[in-house]
């Protein structure tokens, strides 16, 4: 079972920047790592969980949410142990829990923002963007 541990989160003012990072654990094998779907999701107070970035880490091709593209980066180390989410030039619409998500052995299927393709979350932290 992997496990997903994110840190990073905190409070900046509009127009700032942050780097969430998320350690991941417990891959069955190098395969599962290797081929997986990682990804970033957001859940805002009131709003249903958000997808804002993936990432393959066969090939480390990324996608990203129309609200964050230009914004936001998602990137990883090579042995995909450690996934990132640098923000900048943050909004408060951006304000929400973060949340990281893997999809272990995803190799020949697209990597989405469907919450159902994740299978390991980790518990998530917050992100506050003041006016």
């Known amino acids: 079972q992997v496990k997903l541990e994110e840190s990073g989160g905190g409070s900046v003012q509009a127009g700032g920047s942050l780097r969430l990072s998320c350690a991941a654990s417990?891959?069955?094998?190098?395969?599962?790592?290797?081929?997986?779907?990682m990804a970033w999701f957001r859940e805002a107070p009131g709003e249903g969980r958000e997808g804002v970035a993936v990432?393959?880490?066969?090939?480390?091709?990324?996608s990203y949410a129309d609200s964050v593209r230009g914004r936001f980066s998602i990137s990883q180390t090579n042995s995909a142990n450690t996934l990132y989410l640098s923000m900048v030039n943050l909004t408060p619409e951006d304000t929400a829990v973060y949340f990281c998500?893997?999809?272990?052995?995803?190799?020949?299927?697209?990597?989405?923002?469907?919450?159902?393709?994740?299978?390991?979350w980790g518990q998530g932290t917050q992100v506050t963007v003041s006016s």
């Open positions: 990432i393959y880490t066969g090939d480390k091709t990324t």
């Open positions: 998500a893997a999809a272990p052995g995803s190799y020949g299927r697209a990597c989405t923002t469907d919450r159902s393709q994740y299978t390991a």
């Open positions: 417990g891959w069955l094998a190098s395969w599962y790592r290797n081929t997986a779907c």
